[in-house]
């Protein structure tokens, strides 16, 4: 069966740099609102909002203290609902944020729960005695330090996986697996069209046995959401998994198994880190490697499940400055980024910004940094005696504000984003990238992408067509084919700085289908590539 959310490309928003409406330095709803124009133009099917909730913004909204309210900076709820409408009426689709493994330590559950032992919250949360007066077990905290947090009051530790203002829930409890149901059908209920689920393959955890990612439970509990909320309201539901194998991601996607539409799966995500290091210790990308990780994809999951394709999120850092060049190639090698992976199989998701090439942003001390990711590293290494130089290298570099300062829209004060001072800095490069420069270029970043939405709304080979690696050429070169019906397209990206040569297959090659090249391509048998050089030509056999 076809769905409509295997034709559509995604665009997220992350809401607190998005727009801002009313000269407070914060993006808003109403902001949100007056841009849907812009995305209708670029040609997405759906938004993916970041976090819109009440929040005391701890970790930026996904530390949750009301689900069912909005965050006051953001607006109101009739703002949330006439966004719904207004977005509806361009054919775009509303994506909310789900995060159900914790919630703020503001949620009044939490506030509840940590009164008493015998509080009827107290089991919305993961609580264990102490040992010998030390945390339970040696759990660590994605945000660093022990996952386990003493709460005086009841001589208890809880469970945070995340930082300790972000309570774990505890799944097991099938009340509280009630309430999150109901609060889910109540935006159902407004007509969102699915939910982006943070970090769903934790909620099956057995932390007494230190397990934390795709726990016993976890099929379970989001079979019993799927039947108990969306399964018949035609949702896009995605997982956020850092742990899925194409095994695993079969278990969420599968259509047969009645869970989620699809996955966000990491694994390319982490081939510039180091071995069993965290995400900090950066190596460069093999695109060799790059390589072998998204075709086990595409073969892995060509007949069951499905998959996202993504470079970019809020936590990442951004693309062109990662793995492409932001430099003297930055268009040319942003334009091959979204042509490399808008041809594949799955549903693309662009971030805020990506279509217009938007880069990292540098900071030379910690006092500029915000997130709290980078803030908690940075202290407990410099407390290990690590040099603040080194340790504001790796903020630069893998950070999570490169992705979230304020969005680029022209050349005005503050990017165009807000008339008040930001809440956090624009990037200098505003007055060269922003939309108001890539909509009067014809040949920008911008029109690349939406040209590439476009042909995935026209062309079921993106969608549907099989997928086989070119083998055999230059490491440094990413040439693919997708196959459809009696329609062969021919992918071909020079993923580096310097040329290479590229020998066609034995093929006939038709028309142009894309390329960021400035001429028709090279049709000798054996071509050079330059720098970044990508295109898509339809091939016959
Ligand atoms: O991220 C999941 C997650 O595991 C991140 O901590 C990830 O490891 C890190 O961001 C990589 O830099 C989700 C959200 O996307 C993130 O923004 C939240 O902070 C986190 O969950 C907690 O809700």
Known sequence: ?????????????YPRSFQDSDGDGIGDLKGIISRLDYLEKLGIGALWISPIYQSPNIDNGYDISDYESILTEFGSMADMENLIDEASKRSIR????????????QHKWFVEARKSKDNPYRDFYIWNDPINGTPPNKLASLFGGSAWKFDTKTQQYYLHLFSENQPDLNWKNPKLREHIYNMMDFWINKGIGGFRMDVIDLIGKIPENEITANGPKLHNYLQEMNYRTFRDKNLLTVGETWGATPEIAKLFSSPKRNELSMVFQFEHIALDEINGKTKWESRPLQVKELKQVFSKWQIDLKDDGWNSLFWNNHDLPRIVSRWGNDNIYHTKSAKLLAILLHCMKGTPYIYQGEEIGMTNHTVSDISEVNDI?????????????????????????????????????????????????????????????????????SESIFYTYQKLIQLRKEQPILTFGSYQLLDGT?????SYIRHYNEIQWLVVANFSNIPHSFTYPEVHLGEVIISNLATDINRKNTIELAPWDAFVVEIGG
């Open 1 to 13: 069966m076809e769905h409509w959310w295997q034709k559509v490309v995604v665009y997220q928003i």
């Open 94 to 105: 509303i994506i909310l944020d789900l995060v159900v493994n914790h919630t703020s330590d």
């Open 373 to 441: 990711e980078s803030i908690n590293m940075y202290n407990e290494r410099l407390l290990e005696g690590l040099p603040k130089e080194i340790l504001i290298d790796k903020i630069n570099t893998k950070g999570r504000d490169n992705a979230r300062t304020p969005m680029q829209w022209d050349n005005t004060l503050n990017s165009g984003f807000s008339t008040g001072d930001p809440w956090i800095a624009v990037n200098r490069n505003y007055k060269k990238i922003n939309v108001a420069n890539a909509l009067k270029d």
């Open 474 to 478: 230059e490491d440094e070169v990413f």
